[in-house]
């Protein structure tokens, strides 16, 4: 058998079985997460989570993300839109949910009937939201994921047997002030960034970052090489900025910024000098709504998710049509 028939032997299986093509759109709709639309990259992508998740002792989040992703990609079914289903287009809101309901709420038999309906619920709101922003021709994003979480965390404050034992504590904002005066080595910087990238499944991870790298890399170079560029400039712009060290060294100013480096250098534009400085913009507004959003939900006690990079690329992605049209995809 060559190399070159696998393919075509895959493609064939998919369109005959099921079930091949459940777990076809359920790696497709992992490697969505990060705009790939490939099963090799939804692969490298699952076995990084399970690194992740597995050497943050929260084994459930992984386990948790394969149930939200078929989930997703068994309830795509009922849109009209079969080929976004077949690319996974229905199922990467529902991955995240997979993932966030095991990291915030306590591992109970209802954390699981949280997770199967935000996994459920998930696919609805991308239909609900993407014919909404239709009007502006920009994509729902992860705005489906985002808001399904926020729903059930909130909700959780009100239920005695739903408890977010992995949220942040509610609070008053306040300037911070750091104890002492950090320095920054070049392991901070290269350790960060990596943490950067696999912040986008929730998780810090060195050695799941290179598989998230290399998972994309598996697609596209240019868009491995934009996730790095784009956590980089975030983690250097928060040292700089004077964010709190623990947040930068946890990749938690960075993972927003790598979804919009990649949504705006490459996925909605094609690639070029201007866009590229129209992306390093985004980079750097991406730190600053996440820094707002911190201190706005502070008093909630719900984490931002990716919540920044959805506003910053809505902000950027709707007038660049007016600003770059011969490079809009």
Known sequence: MTTQS????????????????????SLRGCAQVMFQNNPITGLLFFIAIF???YSNNNPLAAWGCVVGTVLASITGAITHDIKGWR?????????????AIPVFITATPIMWLCLVVGSVVSVIATVCIADILKTWKVAALTAPFVLTTWVILLASYAFHNIYGSGLPSPDLPQHYIPSTQSSYS???FINSTLHGISQVFLFPGILASLFFIAGLAAESVVCACYAIVGSFIATLLACYLGANPHDIAAGLYAFSAVLTSVALGTVFNHPGWRVFIYTISGIIFTVFIQAAMNVLLMPLGIPTLTMPFVISSWLFLVPNKEFMPEHRH
């Open 87 to 99: 690319d996974g287009l229905y199922s990467y809101n529902g991955c995240l949910v997979g993932i």
């Open 51 to 53: 690194i992740s998740a």
């Open 186 to 188: 070049l392991s901070f």
């Open 6 to 25: 696998i393919p075509v032997l895959w493609k064939n299986n998919t369109d005959k079985h099921y079930i091949c093509k459940i777990i076809d759109i």
